[in-house]
């Protein structure tokens, strides 16, 4: 090393984008788990995906829904940009995970650079930024957004936000001709945010709120004006975006939510909204301290609020309450502190379409829909350290703490990292890690099948039941078990037992007579007296 | 005359006044150790509750003493820092480490081994009270001496590795001698106290040793004369071969004491393998371990009057961790966790040391923020595990399953999570744990005859018989124990083989007069079927009821 040498901030900076990349590298390994094998591959077995098997002409893309034909998945999602980059990466590497997930590294990277660059424009403090950058980079409800190739909605919806959101600032400062150009980058990349992933649309507010916030830093007084700016903008590409979508989506006629996916979908709002209430919460626990992360945090998971009567609804009601008050104050101190300001609006701004509160979507709550809100803890943490109090051990204090969240979160993404590997991995370890989760025992339950661990298979599936007792397909998978380990009556049992109970996809009606009709013929033919 | 400007005493001076610190620590060790009292009582918990009348006998109460003894543990090891004149933040950042290192949540969260908290807490109370009694006039000074000798008896009574305490009080009193008068001669000055302060220690020792003695002879349980294999396969092993692999699993412990992040509840024969020769590529890591630990050995001693707080923790580690490495004599387990919690404060002696010296560099900037940086992210990542651990120890079901994910080289872990699987009713799932097992340690005799039983069960017989003759060949943990389990079973896969003469045969062997299994019970109903079974040749089934006649009066089942 030279005499004298001092890290520069590039190297700090290169420091930032390291210590992810050798965090994430195991990820390279892992191959296409969950959705990825639908959504994502090409080709899987006899299963085919046209659109990403075979190039097609990039405006294509626009007419497509983000689900496959035929897929039990919600056909009403719309992410052209995504599945385009699927087809890209499929026509150069074909169907091998390592690229799939090269990708998703290098985009979560770009990310990292631009939320450093989002927060210099905010903040004189490089090392501030360079913290928040880290932060930002190292929190561990990330790992399943890179460790799933899916993912990539996510990331590149905040990659294209973040530039857009970047342009929009240089635009602002631009008083020549080259301010025309910035306004068109913004708005390109606006655009593709918006077709990467729906969640984006929340762009179309937050661009405008971080601009006043960053008037607002330079000058607390500056009347809010920009509004008028941004408008008009914004306005074009939503108006433009939901008219592309509604196009696409024409014929879709919207998958039900079923009860695995969401079991406070049919309930009323005053159930629906304080159990949506209390996962939100809960969520934003998890943005603070991401170290309990699941795949699962579906049915069995998160409690179920059943109205006033139920303690809990209090309970929510409170947290509400306190959300409020925090808004409120947030939105009150909005030039004292523009920083706290835009930290509450993109975590609430980001959270809230996908929170199960204004309307009940097909999940209770997925880590990945946290990506772009946990911005706001990386904007907290630079506040923070440009409010640190006067105390000698305050620096020491902040340091040690800081240290031990980001060597948690490190830990964390190790861990997580090779539960990713593939499905099996996936859920020998969640049922481990969320023994209530129903979707989790069924998934580990076909597992045991393939392998004719029957008993095994039984007991999950038990487990299962009794958490969701009422539900028609758990009763269909118990009765094919139990016809295995030879109890046939116990299966027919099940299987009339799962046609009274409820049942979201039809498919398992017909499924469950037929299994029903097979068992009972099994039956006569056991009880027939030999000739 | 104007009056003195003085600084406002702000919330963080209150907050981080030193008076708070301790029990800050104490307060932040508590909440994460808190979610334990949800856990219940896993592996030998509950026949430890029932045989100690000092534990509760529910399974809160025990997790909260367990939890009252970790903080007391947390509270002595500062006293300890402090009275080596460590600063009050040495001691503190020293207490923190300990109170959270990962490796001590096997020791906390598993009742079975709390016996080791009971005996720091003992040992360390006897090592202040020794050296308080020396610094001390009069009667006081007797009347510690006499305190301390009791201390020292039950903390040597609570668990055999208190036995550390002895050598590590001759260090801790030489390094406060150095610390207070560094030019001092070697010895300290000869007088009549001096004969006092022996007995202090010695006549406790004595008194252990005699009612060793007197429990061996008058043939009581005193600890586990059978060492089992599958927990230390060192005790079957001489010479190069012992202390080769012993050096190594030292290796393990220290690198583990610094970096305590990966933690399984076994460590058997099949995690450390036994090196036979120093062509084994372990042998070389075991040379690295055997150098490592001379190193602070020579290091220890040769900075025994400048830096007596390292010679302590030197010390301190060398001396707990190589009266139970096997070097000296066998113990019952090859390594285990919840044994290295006296260690440890080797450990927080080291950071309390280093945070003095960082504290004292002259514009030290980089150096402080990089030791900051450096116990914040270890901190974190130590209190991660605990709270990932302690969820784990909630029974016996949760602990074996995973730990069979996380030590997929243990033969016994692979056969706990069998035996879990068995009580569930899994047969397949537990056969292929035993099939795993076997595979890792195919000299285990018990591993073969649990998988010959769950073999039976499957309806598998043929399969059954060649894994229960397997167990004839194994190795440990010897046949004798489990003969009459293992003929019983053979016999009865011989019956579902139709294979009658060897059947009877084993049957005649598997007629013990005490035990009444399952095996046992199946094969009388099968030995009765077989008699009533007109098919079978007569002079068997003859021979089958006469062993059976003369069995069946002295045969009384468990009520």
Redesign the interface.
């Known amino acids: 090393m030279r005499e004298g040498w001092k890290p520069t901030g590039t190297a700090w900076l290169f420091l930032v984008l390291l210590i992810p990349t050798l965090l994430y590298l195991p990820a390279l390994r892992n191959e296409f788990t969950w959705d990825d094998r639908v959504v994502a591959m090409g080709r899987d077995g006899d299963w085919v995906r046209p659109e990403v098997d075979e190039l097609l002409a990039p405006w294509s893309y626009f007419a497509l829904p983000y689900w496959p034909k035929g897929n039990a998945g919600d056909d009403k999602l719309y992410r052209p940009v995504t599945i385009l980059s699927f087809a890209l990466r499929h026509a150069l590497f074909g169907d091998a995970p390592l690229p799939a997930h090269l990708l998703n590294l290098i985009l979560h990277l770009l990310a990292i650079l631009l939320v450093f660059r989002f927060l210099r424009a905010l903040s004189g403090s490089e090392v501030a930024c360079l913290l928040g950058a880290l932060v930002f980079g190292l929190h561990a409800i990330h790992s399943e957004v890179i460790a799933g190739v899916v993912g990539r909605s996510e990331l590149l919806a905040f990659d294209f936000g973040l530039l857009a959101l970047l342009a929009a600032f240089r635009a602002t400062d631009s008083h020549t001709r080259s301010r025309l150009g910035w306004l068109a980058l913004s708005s390109a990349c606006l655009f593709q945010a918006f077709a990467s992933k729906e969640n984006a649309l929340a762009f179309a507010l937050f661009l405008p709120i971080a601009s006043h916030a960053r008037a607002w830093r330079q000058d607390p007084a500056r009347p809010a004006l920009l509004w008028r700016q941004w408008f008009p903008l914004v306005l074009i590409h939503t108006i433009g975006f939901l008219l592309l979508r509604n196009e696409a989506l024409a014929g879709a006629q919207g998958n039900p939510i079923t009860w695995l996916e969401n079991p406070w979908a049919d309930l009323s709002p005053l159930a629906r909204i304080p159990s949506a209430l209390i996962a939100w919460d809960y969520a934003l626990l998890l943005s603070f301290f991401p170290?309990d992360l699941a795949v699962d945090h579906g049915p069995g998971s998160l409690p179920t609020v059943m109205g006033p009567a139920d303690a809990l609804f209090w309970l929510a009601a409170l947290i509400a309450t306190g959300m409020a008050l925090l808004v409120l104050r947030a939105i009150r101190y909005r030039r004292r502190a523009p920083l706290l300001f835009l930290a509450l609006a993109i975590w609430f701004g980001f959270s809230f379409i996908t929170s199960n509160i204004p309307f009940a979507v097909n999940l209770v709550l997925a880590e990945r829909s946290y990506f772009i809100p946990s911005l706001a803890l990386s904007l907290l943490l630079v506040w923070t350290i440009e409010h640190l109090?006067?105390?000698r051990?305050?620096p020491?204090?902040a340091?040690?703490?800081?240290?031990?969240?980001?060597?948690?979160n490190?830990?964390?993404i190790l861990e997580r990292i090779p539960v990713w590997k593939n499905n099996q991995t996936l859920a020998?370890?969640e049922v481990?890690n969320r023994p209530d989760s129903v979707r989790m025992r069924i998934v580990v339950a076909q597992y045991?099948l393939l392998?004719?661990?029957?008993?095994?298979a039984a007991?999950h599936l038990e487990h299962a039941i009794e958490i969701a007792p009422h539900l028609g397909r758990l009763k269909h998978d118990y009765g094919l078990v139990l016809e295995k380990l030879g109890r046939l009556a116990d299966a027919i049992d099940a299987y009339e037992e799962g046609l009274d109970g409820r049942i979201d996809d039809q498919r398992w009606t017909l499924r469950l007579r037929s299994r029903l009709a097979r068992a009972r013929k099994q039956q006569q033919k056991a009880a027939r007296p030999p000739r | 005359m104007s009056e003195p400007a003085t600084t406002p005493v702000?919330?963080?001076?209150h907050l981080?006044a030193p008076g708070l610190r301790l029990p800050l620590i104490l307060l932040l060790c508590a909440v994460i150790y808190l979610p334990m009292l949800a856990n219940g009582f896993t592996m030998d918990d509950a026949s430890f509750v029932s045989r100690h009348p000092w534990r509760s006998q529910s399974a809160w109460m025990s997790h909260l003493q367990s939890l009252a003894l970790h903080l007391g543990a947390v509270g002595l090891c500062y006293a300890m820092l402090r009275r080596l004149r460590l600063s009050a933040g040495a001691a503190a950042t020293g207490a923190l480490v300990f109170g959270l290192h990962a490796l001590h949540s096997e020791a906390v969260l598993c009742i079975t081994s709390s016996v080791e908290l009971l005996g720091f807490i003992l040992g360390s109370s006897a090592c202040l009270l020794f050296s308080r009694m020396i610094e001390t006039q009069g009667s006081i000074r007797i009347l510690a001496g006499l305190c301390a000798s009791l201390l020292f008896f039950l903390a040597f009574r609570s668990t055999e590795t208190s036995l550390g305490w002895v050598p590590f009080l001759l260090v801790w009193l030489h390094a406060r001698r150095m610390q207070r008068t560094p030019a001092a001669g070697m010895l300290p000055r000869a007088d009549v106290w001096q004969w006092f302060y022996a007995a202090v220690l010695i006549v406790p020792l004595l008194i252990l040793l005699w009612l060793h003695h007197l429990v061996v002879r008058i043939g009581m349980d005193f600890g586990d004369p059978n060492i089992q294999y599958l927990r230390n396969s060192l005790y079957y092993e001489l010479g190069f071969e012992r202390y080769a692999t012993a050096f190594l699993v030292q290796g393990h412990a220290l690198l583990q004491s610094l970096f305590p992040?990966w933690l399984a509840s076994d460590y058997s024969h099949s995690v450390f393998p036994i090196i036979r020769s120093i062509a084994d590529p372990w042998f070389w890591l075991s040379t690295i371990a055997a150098l490592a630990l001379a190193a602070m050995l020579v290091t220890g001693l040769r900075w025994h009057r400048r830096r007596p707080v390292l010679f302590a923790a030197a010390g301190l580690y060398l001396c707990f961790a190589l009266l139970q490495g096997n070097f000296l004599g066998r113990t019952d387990r090859i390594y285990s966790e919840s044994t290295w919690y006296t260690p440890i404060l080797a450990l927080s002696l080291l950071v309390g040391w280093i945070y003095d010296r960082v504290a004292a560099m002259p514009g030290a900037l980089p150096h402080?923020?990089l030791a900051?940086?450096?116990?914040?992210?270890?901190?974190?990542?130590s209190?991660?595990?605990v709270?990932q651990r302690t969820p784990l120890w909630k029974d016996d079901a949760?602990l074996f399953?995973?730990e069979t994910?996380s030590q997929p080289g243990s033969a016994r872990l692979a056969a706990k999570a069998a035996a879990v699987?068995l009580a569930?009713?899994?047969?397949?799932?537990a056969g292929?744990a035993l099939e795993r097992a076997a595979q890792l340690d195919p000299a285990c005799a018990g591993i073969w005859v649990m998988l010959g039983r769950t073999y039976l069960e499957l309806g598998r017989p043929a399969e059954a018989r060649d894994a229960l003759k397997r167990a004839y060949q194994a190795r440990h943990p010897g046949i004798h124990p489990i003969l009459e389990r293992l003929t019983a079973n053979l016999a009865l896969a011989y019956l579902r083989l139709h294979q009658y003469p060897q059947a009877i045969d084993c049957y005649s062997t598997a007629l013990g007069p005490t035990d009444y299994f399952r095996s046992r019970k199946d094969l009388d109903a099968a030995i009765l079927d077989f008699i009533q079974d007109d098919s079978a040749p007569l002079e068997l089934r003859i021979r089958a009821a006469t062993l059976r006649g003369n069995f069946l009066p002295a045969q009384t089942p468990p009520r």
Do not use: K
Not at chain 1, 399 to 408: D, E, F, P, V
Not at chain 2, 424 to 429: A, I, L, P
């Open positions: 170290f109090p006067e105390h051990a305050a020491a204090l340091t040690t703490l800081l240290s031990a969240w980001i060597g948690m490190a830990f964390t020998t370890y481990v045991c392998d004719e661990r029957n008993q095994e007991n | 702000s919330f963080w001076d981080l992040f402080r923020s900051q940086i450096t116990l914040g992210l270890w901190l974190g990542i209190c991660l595990v709270l949760t399953l995973h994910q699987h569930r009713g899994e047969q397949v799932s292929l």
